[in-house]
């Protein structure tokens, strides 16, 4: 269901190429219901078990705020740690979105449009999503597959003849 609608909003070719190349994000929709704000975005999910070791991943992702000319403190990123709110930054210079779920102990990372068209999908978010996704696999971080359970996140899992 979710693929068909991906295939038939952004082409067989482009989804394909997408779901293929990555490694560690997959590319998910939207939940069916009038409410839901998320866009179609590509999601990453790290594991970790203590505060410490989500310090550790926080340090090893190169962290940046989104805006750093209007955040030249770390202020930013200490008010994703206290809040555990999403919050919009940069891995390594990425822009994404980072989210602490506490129940399991996972950090999601979400790579959607811009902040200004955040429902935009296209061959810029993907290529955003590539870069992230190589720099993630290169630190070797326990992830978690698929990012979100369901039908509505392509993975291998929900998905397997969509995969090469």
């Known amino acids: 269901m979710a693929l068909n609608y991906l295939l038939i909003t952004y082409g067989e070719e482009p989804v394909k190429k997408w779901i293929n190349q990555l490694a ?11 409410n839901d704000m998320k866009p179609e975005r590509f999601l990453a999910k790290v594991k970790f078990s203590s505060e410490e070791e989500l310090n550790d991943v926080l340090d090893r992702l190169s962290l940046e705020p989104e805006n750093s000319a209007e955040n030249e403190d770390d202020s930013t990123i200490s008010s994703f ?20 779920e506490r129940e399991p102990n996972s950090l999601i ?11 935009k999908l296209d061959e810029r978010v993907f290529q955003r999503a590539l870069k992230l996704d190589r ?8 992830v978690v597959d698929p990012p979100q359970d369901d ?14």
């Open 24 to 34: 560690i994000f997959r590319l998910c929709t939207a939940y069916p219901h009038p």
């Open 81 to 100: 740690l206290e809040q555990n709110s999403p919050e919009r930054v940069l891995v390594n210079g990425v822009a994404c979105q980072l989210t602490i």
């Open 109 to 119: 990372i979400e790579v959607s449009g811009t902040k200004e068209e955040p429902f």
């Open 135 to 142: 720099f993630l696999d290169s630190l070797a971080l326990p």
């Open 151 to 164: 039908k509505y996140c392509i993975s291998p899992k929900y998905y397997p003849e969509a995969f090469d």
